[in-house]
């Protein structure tokens, strides 16, 4: 249902479709990026393998400015 603000007719639906999107790319980007660095970071052991891929999920994460995305999620 489209929404008044001011004399901008705001539909709250695509809104939402596009919120429901971008956390999607992101999350995939984010997680080909980590993929692809595993191999440059590899370890003798799996036992800190869960470490390693958290910290290349969140530098992967890190490249992309998330200020537009907050904004539009507050």
Do not use: W
Not at 46 to 59: G, K, M, T, V
């Amino acid at each position: 249902m489209p929404i008044g603000k001011g004399s901008e007719v705001v539909d709250k639906s695509s809104n939402i479709g596009s919120l429901r999107q971008s956390p999607n790319s992101f999350y995939t980007e984010v997680i080909r990026n980590a993929q692809t660095a595993q191999n440059k970071f590899p370890l003798n052991s799996r036992e800190n393998e869960r470490s390693r891929d958290s910290l290349l999920c969140y530098l992967a994460l890190r490249e992309h400015d998330l200020s537009d995305f907050t904004a539009r999620v507050s």
